[in-house]
């Protein structure tokens, strides 16, 4: 299935042939008279190399002086218009840590024997030697092509005699016939930016819906008019070209950035693609002069034509007769429909190997997929709902993005920002969804990278609906109770209710590496409580109830030794070990999968022959005024007995830049607290 047309050429060749034929006519301007690049290509020196840190990150191991980028519609030669889209870099090297920047990679389009075309390609290194300034140029020969799918190609190189203390620069062209390829720009990348400027000339005879995100504001941000005359060729007959003109208005787009900071990948984040400062071009419309033509469509429009594609909604429509083979002995005695549509579910997640994940379409029929038990996510819940429907359930297909992905736009129906179909079905009036894809994933449950914000429904309202990680809650309880026995050995019980997805985690340990191997692992985590430490009777109740969380039990004995100071952590592995937030500055969002709820309960004997020398003193607090999040962690002592409470409760899953201090002063209490021990020491 093409992701991307040609113009409609026969409409254009029609309102072309009243045109007057010209020869081709731009008519530019110079933009503006504002700030501009302050790079240029070849323009180096040797005080260009004396800079080895930058203000803007004096850790940085590149810095990019500059990155400039042009888009422009240009008439073609084939009777319709192309893109043409201009880039130039210029980079200092300042360590062996940032050779990767002479790695340049670009990606490139192909429909069939018509294809994106590179052109125009530039690069030199720079190195400063004896108080000169040497050039090693890329050779045209280094220039390799690899194909990444039947869609998809990259063109790469490397920039030659690459040193500590190199500057590099490159440029190229990119030429495309795909008017809906409207190249996207990134103001930010893992290197800083001093300078990052893109312009885009757009005419009025074409609409695109322009999409920003990032949180560095604009230092320049313009637009200007002006006429352009445009011309296109037809010389695709045996005769003599033909030539049209006309004149149409073009707006100027200016974007500038000025010391961009490096953003990369931390904790709790969806992707990193969701917060680089960067515009996206989705076409909307043509326009007059041109025959007008609607490019984005609407909802209704994007379920309709999903609903009668061959490879996603036509297959879910037919009779599908060969499904009662199937459903007839697994339904017979199915006393409603909730109870058909668990079978239904159970069967299909129980007996299918998911091959891929991240995809849209059926790559066969749903009888095929039927046959060999296997396919990509989408194949497998597509025919989940197939057989929902056959059973007379009211079930649908749902699309949505993955939080690897990125977001949706709830607004815009743009089908490339989904990747994954998941099902839906209402029973009772009450909506369920399912990914059968997930093995052991339970009824009515969903994967957490599944909730990431707008969906849709693929019905005949084209449902929106929205999937919010805080509506997840991860719950999980544990309860330590331990006593000294007659031998002088502690002795007792845990007892852990884990959190649903740790649950899901743990059934795919045990399928992995049985119920002994974990009880090991976990043993092997309390040897520094005493030595000979040994967990017994292990159990893992409901571990083959995908519903229902696992309760973890288990008996423990620990021996603590002959030591004048036993110092014990009250945590028992539970404790956060590190802070999750270790950068001292954050320029985008956290986004945690799920709300948070952890107890933790110990009862324990001080143990025999020893006194209390330290204990940690209780704390209460909360994480803002709004109460998003709270950490209490109460420890006693009444007697000979310790008693300690932990609680942590995270309300939500989206903090804000501006919120990131108070989350990492947060975490670094809660890490500090629950890192402190119980001092005992030997009675004289």
Known sequence: MALYSLTDK?????????????IIIIISSSLYAQEKSPCKFGKIGPEDFQKKVYSIDSNANAVVLADIGSSEIIGNDNLGFSLLFKKYTRIHILNKNAYDAANVEVSLYKDGTTEEELSNVKAVTYNLENGKVVETKLEKSAIFKDKVSGYLFVKKFTLPNIKEGSIIEFQYEIQSPYIRNFQSWE???ENPVIW?????????FYSYAILSQGYHQFDINDSKSRTVTFSVNDTRGAGATDKYTFSSTVIDHRWVMKDVPAIREESYTSTINNHISKIEFQLSEQRDPLPYRNYMGSWTNLGKELMEEDDFGQQLNKNNGWLGDIEKPLLSDAKDNKEKAARIYNYVRDNFTCTKRGNLYLS??????????????AEINLLLTAMLKYADINASPVILSTKSHGYASAIYPLITRFNYVISKAVIDNKDYYFDASVPGLGFGKLMYYCYNGHARVIDENVTPLE?????????????IFLANDDKGEIKGSIQQSLGYFESLQ???NIKEKGKEAIIKDIQKGYQGYGEDTKLENAEFNSADKFEEPIVLKYDISIKPGGDDIIYFNPMFGENYKNNPFKSAVRYYPVEMPYRTDETLVLNMEVPKGYEVDELPKP????????????????????????????????????????????????????VKKEGEQIVFKKKK
Request: no cysteine.
């Open 196 to 204: 990052s400027e893109y312009n885009a000339s757009i005419p009025q």
């Open 10 to 22: 026969p409409l254009i060749m029609k309102f072309f042939s009243l045109l007057t034929s010209a």
């Open 364 to 377: 066969k029929s749903l009888k095929e997929i039927a046959k060999t038990k296997n396919g990509n996510e």
């Open 619 to 670: 704390i209460r607090m909360k994480l803002n005024e709004e109460g998003d999040g709270m950490f209490e962690y109460l420890v006693q002592q009444q007697d000979d007995r310790i008693s300690l409470r932990m609680k942590l409760i995270i309300k939500r899953t989206y903090f804000m830049p501006d919120e990131y201090d108070l989350l990492r002063e947060f975490f670094n209490q809660v």
């Open 467 to 479: 999937l919010s990680p805080d509506s997840l809650l991860e719950r999980k309880v544990s309860s």
């Open 187 to 189: 103001f930010q990348g």
């Open 506 to 508: 743990m059934r795919d």
